[in-house]
Structure formats: C-alpha cells, structure tokens
C-alpha cells in the first residue's frame, strides 16, 4: 500500500528558508504528478506547486520566485523537495503533499511550517 511522508517542517523566522520533503512509496509513483498544497489557520487548503514525471514544475504566484520545486525517483520510492525562501506569515500553514495512483488518491500527514519571529 502506498503512502506518503512528508518531513521538515518547524519554526522559521520571516525572511527564512525551510526544505520540506515528501517521500512517496508503496506504489510505482513515478509517472505521476506530486502537488504542495498548504493550509493556513481558518482558510482553506490551497493547491501551491507541482511537478510532474519529466520534472516540469509549476508554482502559484503566491510563492513563484520564493518556492522552488525539485524531485528525484529512485527504486521504489520518489521524493519531492520544495525550498522555501523568504518567507513571511502568510507561509505560515500545514503543507500536505499529494498525489494519485490509478484512481487511488494519496495524502501525508502534514508538516506544520511556522514563520514567526
């Protein structure tokens, strides 16, 4: 059975950098789409980046030109970084990733990034 692992998350002060990781495994993810989302206290969950199978990623402007987007398949497993840079209190969220295998729909558990200072 797949699953999805997300790490890294924890208190960054405002102008900060912060590396999440997602690890897919359990399922041949690799030819799939891995998604950032993020959920801010009292809003709802926001779809931020993605990237697909070749490594094509695409970013909502609300991080684009902070946010960068990388990934790397390996035997049984796939990982997807995003790198966070100056950041503020609007990053401040539960960031989930996702991602879906066949009709199947997979989620981590959440990593909670905190901009504070």
């Known amino acids: 059975q797949g699953q999805l692992v997300e790490s890294g998350g924890g208190l960054v002060q405002p102008g900060g950098s912060l590396r999440l990781s997602c690890v897919a495994s359990?399922?041949?993810?690799?030819?799939?789409?891995m998604v950032w989302y993020r959920q801010a206290p009292g809003k709802r969950r926001e779809l931020i980046a993605a990237?697909?199978?070749?490594?094509?990623?695409?970013?909502e402007s609300s991080v684009e030109g902070r946010f960068t987007l990388s990934g790397v398949n390996a035997k049984n497993t796939v990982t997807m970084y995003v790198d966070m840079t100056n950041q503020g209190a609007d990053d401040t969220a539960v960031y989930y990733c996702h991602t879906s295998y066949v009709v199947e729909d997979y989620w981590g558990q959440g990593t909670q990034v905190t901009v504070s200072s």
């Open positions: 359990g399922r041949n993810f690799s030819g799939g789409i």
């Open positions: 990237i697909d199978s070749a490594g094509t990623a695409s970013l």
